[in-house]
């Protein structure tokens, strides 16, 4: 009991375009949950920019460095100036090797029981985007290529964590999505090494595998056959957002990036600069995936609690944003949730 009052440091980026109004209305939804972290907030993205012109500054990697341990609104990247993706670079900064992105049905929609978690590798694949270009005649840019990179240990990596994951979830089934029919080194390795880490779990976790795109259309046709999904880099962020679309789009939609050094929680949303500033936003993404950080520092029942609180609010009260087709304002929405909590 004692241990349980101990404050637990983290690091805030409330981040650019709605992200300071949805990371607002996530604090102050965590405080009333009483959960037990302590913010250390930090900029990055364009309001680090305007700040001090760097969208990344080391006083927010110190941070990180210190709390292991981040909630952060969406970045904007600078477009030109030779700025690199701040989410990419927080990603190999960190070794944030795995993202998990769990989609479960909150409002029935087009689909009413949708419960699948996408554990996606987040490091390697094409995502390392070795990109040029070959001249031919007088076309600088005749020819584009890129190469993907994955490492067996890599693949082992993943693997190991979403066997993991299952383990510990009690989820019954993983299936890898690959393309090892035609990409046959670069997912051939993956396929190979996540079988051989499923020997592992032999008759704990189920495990199967799907060609990239069969897997896109038997989401849509039969989802439930689905339990996890085990992706390599490119797939899975084609995939998720997939995931995100069965269950009511990017406003209910949390993602995790979890890796040796630190893990990062955030929505899957960007920075909707159409509607930044307008107190419409639904903060729902960014407060479930402060759940996700709950339930990653051992507070399930915390999570717990606010899911189910997420879920009586859009359904019993019928308070909802704009975007699932309500009249409330963020504000609104997260005065309605914290009355339920
Ligand atoms: P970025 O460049 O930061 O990725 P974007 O506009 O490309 O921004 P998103 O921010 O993901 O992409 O937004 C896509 C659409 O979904 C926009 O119309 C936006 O208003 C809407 N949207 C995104 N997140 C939310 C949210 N939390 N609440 C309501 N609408 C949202
Ligand atoms: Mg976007």
């Known amino acids: 009991e004692e241990q349980r009052n101990d404050k637990i440091p983290a690091t805030l ?88 992105r769990p989609a479960k049905t909150i409002i029935p929609g087009r689909y009413d029981n949708i419960d699948i978690v996408l554990v996606r590798e987040n490091i390697e694949g094409l995502y390392v985007a070795h990109e040029h270009f070959i001249p031919v005649g007088n076309d600088p840019r005749a ?102 679309g069965l269950v009511g789009g990017l406003g209910l939609a949390p993602g995790a990036n979890i890796g040796e050094h630190a893990a990062i929680f955030e929505a899957v949303h960007g920075s909707a600069p159409d509607i930044a500033g307008k107190g419409v936003a639904n903060p729902v993404s960014l407060m479930l995936a402060a759940g996700l950080m709950l339930e990653h520092v051992g507070r399930a029942d915390l999570a717990g609690r606010l899911r189910q609180a997420i879920s009586v609010t859009l359904l019993e009260d019928q308070v909802r944003t704009r975007d699932l087709g309500g009249t409330a304002g963020t504000d609104a929405f997260t005065a309605a949730l914290i009355r339920r909590l």
């Open 143 to 244: 020819v584009a290529v890129s190469t993907g990179v994955n490492t067996r240990d890599g693949c082992r990596r993943i693997a190991r964590f979403a066997f993991e994951y299952a383990v510990s979830h009690g989820r019954k089934k993983i299936t890898i999505v690959h393309k090892a029919n035609v990409l046959k080194a670069l997912t051939g390795i993956f396929l190979e090494a996540a079988r051989e880490v499923a020997t592992e779990y032999a008759g704990r976790v189920e495990v199967d595998d799907r060609i990239v795109d069969a897997c896109a259309m038997q989401l849509v046709l039969n989802p439930s056959q689905f339990d996890m999904l085990l992706c390599t880099n490119l797939f899975g962020d084609i995939l998720s957002d997939e995931l995100a």
């Open 13 to 100: 980026i409330a981040g650019d375009g709605i992200g300071p109004e949805v990371t607002k209305a996530t604090v102050a939804v965590l405080d009333a949950l009483g959960a037990p972290f302590e913010w250390d907030e930090r900029k990055a993205g364009m309001s680090a920019v305007n700040d001090g012109g760097d969208p990344l500054p080391s006083a927010t990697l110190d941070s990180i460095r210190r709390t292991r341990l981040a909630l952060k609104g969406p970045l904007t990247t600078p477009v030109g100036g030779g700025f690199r993706s701040v989410n990419v670079r927080l990603r190999e900064e960190f070794k944030l090797y795995a993202n998990l």
